[in-house]
């Protein structure tokens, strides 16, 4: 059974940081390009960050650029979003989002989300 587990969100003040986790399971993780996604209120997800399986090689959506980090342990099937300085506008639900490669072309996992508020 796949799963996308996502943790670490909550409530942080404006300038903080928090760092998300999403803990993979029932699939061939090293195999998957792991993204995070977000969704605010009103508004259509969005592609924050992806990490790629081999080389490891990141892209960020610019309003994120420079503020938030992702990272991948393949040992423990995790990806991470460390997000610094955090704004207002970075309120909004995560998703962790698995996309396979090579012979998993197509397919897409995606995790329940776990809620990120920015304020003071």
């Known amino acids: 059974q796949v799963q996308l587990v996502e943790s670490g969100g909550g409530l942080v003040q404006p300038g903080g940081s928090l760092r998300l986790s999403c803990a993979a399971s029932?699939?061939?993780?090293?195999?998957?390009?792991m993204s995070w996604y977000r969704q605010a209120p009103g508004k259509e997800r969005e592609l924050v960050a992806t990490?790629?399986?081999?080389?490891?090689?990141?892209t960020y959506a610019g309003s994120v650029k420079g503020r938030f980090t992702i990272s991948r342990d393949n040992a423990k099937n995790t990806v991470y979003l460390q997000m610094n300085s955090q704004k207002p506008e970075d309120t909004a639900v995560y998703y962790c989002?698995?996309?396979?490669?090579?012979?998993?072309?197509?397919?897409?996992?995606w995790g329940k989300g776990t809620l990120v508020t920015v304020s003071s």
């Open positions: 029932g699939f061939t993780f090293s195999r998957y390009a």
């Open positions: 989002n698995a996309r396979g490669l090579g012979p998993y072309a197509g397919i897409n996992y």
């Open positions: 990490i790629t399986s081999a080389s490891g090689s990141t």
